[in-house]
């Protein structure tokens, strides 16, 4: 291939890749991914608009003292034909400005409507294409310059605002920073060099230029700044010399400057021998070409892959937001129903610890399963089981006192059973507090559980989540106390009543008695051990009766009752009052939510369609469209993987319904009939309107809890 056809494809493919990225701005993609750009940093009065007139090669930026730039100045220009005239396009015109004065005046009236009159500063962006055979393919943006002193009616601050605007664009990783500085200022000071260090300090994306060499002070030069010897760029400095302020207000053309320019480096006792491509205009548009190219094809599959991702994510949480909440009654009603049995069914799930596509989701992934409920039930009473004995804090002392004091007028040589209820009464005492508090802790997990189901079903919804978690709240007290009771009786029959049928320990004489050695020697001592022995052991059955009973009166009438009786109840409490429809309306921001998402996503849909239009990179979007699914299948089979074979079958079994079931299940005849009731047809249930989790709640069944 010749240097022409190696520089005409080379000319092509950037046209091709800048007019992509631009394509992808026109979109919107911008304001949602960071897209490759080259921005023009400097101080007020640098020589910034020069250089950029210089490399289109047009008079078109306006001129004044002070400030010129007020408003970020994004100009992508085109290269065309040289037998097209030149002509200037603004955003939202549909018109072609052949006469850059009008495109002059067309900056500063945006500008003024925009900014107002004054000197003031703002950061809203002017979109002005060019099309030129005088200027190269490339986008840029022209930042105000910074500014030290106020001007006119600017702010105090002015100098703090241009340096934060500017330093909001240049810290974008994927920003290349063109910034000017005048070789007159110590350059290792200078506000656009200390500004780019610090977001770029080792110079990878920071192209220098150095202005206004040709009115250095006499005896100095700019030779060791564009050799990068005083500060290093990798991207290097490149001098240009622009017009003076007497040719600008001579008007002299831009054509003729570049000619003046090319000719003062080629004569210049300092600058004539060093390398070409360090010095001119024409050195320094090669170059943006070049690193602009470069820029873009290293960032664009970063910009893919984000672009992908990004619409999967606006995909995911727009499913979890739902549609907008429903106008008319029915729908509402049918819209309640399905976040209602969505709710009963991840409480249920969730407790006996089944698997469920929702509870797996990123909803409620964090929520712990019933696993808790058998952790507060297996710690019952656990300090008091294995080789614990009651009676280790008495003495035998303690012991024949107990007997003295309940020998009474019995006849000698029998302990009294009270000596026995005497000493067991405080243990069996000990066992109350623990109990009740395993009851609590049951309570407060299933209390949590629901209220962080709730919070979440009901997301869109909170003013109605708080009157369905007063309801659950009610649910969960009422059936706690009335367990309370059941467990409390328990605890009364134990301190109240002693019995047992415990066979070993009816069969504890006969192994107690025979220790004596056949001698009694002191009886006194046997009756202590033999009471030591028997309320030991009658405490051990004590506990194993409590360890065993408690749980199974917790889980039956706390746990199942709940499970079991939950959504019936939230029937009933829907059904019996007109106000909680009525509060079925979204917080304004779940809405603004739902809508820049749509919005968002519109946008992405836009800017993938475009990268998929490009014969380059639409088979790289697609390929990282596939490889971002293969990632989701692959956790997905992973997350399976870690499920028993039961689990799976479950699992399998809730797909399948999911696919077919167009109605939500209940779980008696009754409360389908009531809640058909709410819809005026009695017995028939309504079809399900699309809920926080997209399909109806599944009936469920389970291991743990069944």
């Not at 051990?540 to 009786?565: A, C, E, Q, S, Y």
Request: one cysteine or more.
């Amino acid at each position: 291939m010749s240097g022409e056809d190696f520089a005409g494809s080379f000319y092509s493919d950037l046209r091709a890749l800048i007019n992509l990225v631009d394509h992808l701005r026109d979109a919107g993609l911008h304001r949602y991914i960071r897209l490759p750009r080259i921005v023009t940093l400097g101080v007020q009065s640098s020589g910034k608009s020069s250089v950029l007139e210089s490399i289109v090669g047009l008079n078109f930026l306006p001129r004044n003292e002070g400030v010129c730039t007020r408003r970020p100045l994004e100009l992508r220009l085109v290269h065309s034909a040289e037998s097209t005239k030149p002509y200037g396009v603004f955003e939202g015109v549909d018109q072609k400005i052949f006469d850059f004065t009008k495109v002059r005046d067309t900056i500063i009236k945006l500008t003024e409507d925009k900014a107002g009159r004054t000197k003031n500063i703002i950061d809203d962006p002017i979109v002005l294409t060019i099309y030129s055979s005088t200027c190269p393919d490339l986008t840029l943006i022209d930042l105000p310059g910074v500014t030290r002193i106020p001007v006119g009616d600017q702010p105090k601050n002015i100098y703090e605002i241009t340096k934060e605007m500017a330093h909001r664009y240049i810290s974008d990783p994927r920003t290349i920073i063109l910034c000017v500085c005048a070789a007159n200022v110590d350059i290792t000071t200078s506000d656009g060099i200390q500004m780019a260090k610090r977001v770029d300090p080792q110079g990878i994306r920071t192209l220098g230029v150095i202005t206004k060499i040709d009115i250095m002070d006499r005896g100095t030069n700019a030779k060791r700044i564009i050799l990068s010897e005083e500060v290093k760029l990798k991207l290097g400095f490149i001098g240009v010399k622009n017009r003076s302020q007497e040719d600008i207000n001579n008007e002299m053309r831009v054509e003729d400057a570049l000619s003046e320019e090319k000719e003062y480096f080629s004569k210049s006792e300092i600058y004539a021998s060093m390398p070409p491509g360090l010095l001119g205009t024409e050195a320094l548009t090669k170059k943006l070409t070049q690193v602009l190219f470069t820029h873009i094809k290293n960032f664009l599959p970063e910009i893919i892959r984000e672009t992908v991702i990004r619409i999967k994510e606006c995909n995911d949480r727009l499913k979890e937001l739902g549609p907008s909440a429903p106008a008319d009654l029915k729908s509402k009603l049918q819209l309640l129903w399905n976040m209602v049995t969505d709710f009963c069914e991840l409480f249920k799930n969730t407790i006996r610890g089944k698997y469920d596509k929702r509870t797996n989701s990123n909803i409620v992934k964090d929520l712990p399963g019933g696993s808790k409920i058998k952790e507060a039930f297996n710690k019952l009473l656990v300090e008091f089981s294995m080789d614990y004995k009651a009676t280790s804090e008495y003495s035998d002392e303690d012991i024949q006192r107990a007997m003295a004091m309940h020998e009474g007028d019995n006849i000698p040589g029998f302990p009294a059973i009270d000596v026995f209820i005497y000493l067991m009464q405080p243990q069996l005492e000990k066992i109350r507090e623990p109990v009740i508090d395993c009851l609590l802790e049951v309570h407060s997990y299933l209390d949590d559980l629901a209220h962080k189901i709730i919070s979440r079903v009901f997301y869109r919804f909170p003013t109605l989540g708080a009157v369905i978690s007063d309801i659950a709240t009610h649910v969960l007290q009422r059936e706690r106390e009335k367990t309370r009771e059941i467990v409390e009786s328990i605890i009364n029959a134990e301190e109240g009543y002693i019995f047992t049928n415990d066979y070993e320990y009816l069969t504890l004489r006969t192994e107690i008695i025979p220790k004596a050695d056949g001698k009694i020697k002191n009886t006194d001592n046997i009756f202590v051990n033999e009471i030591r022995t028997r309320i030991d052991s009658y405490y051990r059955i004590v506990i194993r009766n409590v360890r065993d009973v408690v749980p199974k009166i917790i889980g039956h009438f706390l746990v199942r009752n709940i499970m079991n009786t939950m959504q019936m109840e939230l029937y009933e409490q829907i059904n019996n009052s007109e106000s909680i429809t009525n509060q079925l309306s979204e917080p304004a921001h779940i809405t603004a939510e739902r809508e820049s998402l749509k919005k968002q996503l519109e946008t992405l849909k836009k800017a993938e369609k475009i990268l998929k239009h490009s014969p380059e990179f639409a088979k790289q979007t697609d390929d990282i469209s596939r490889e971002i699914r293969e990632q989701e299948e692959q956790f997905e089979r992973e997350k399976q993987a870690k499920l028993t074979p039961k689990e799976r079958e479950e699992a399998k079994g809730s797909v399948k319904e999911e696919v077919s079931s167009e109605e939500p299940k209940v779980e008696t005849k009754k409360v389908e009939n009531k809640a058909a009731s709410m819809f005026g047809k009695p017995a028939e249930q309504p079809k399900p309107a699309a809920s926080m989790f997209g399909d109806p709640a599944k009936k469920a069944g389970g291991a743990f809890f069944k």
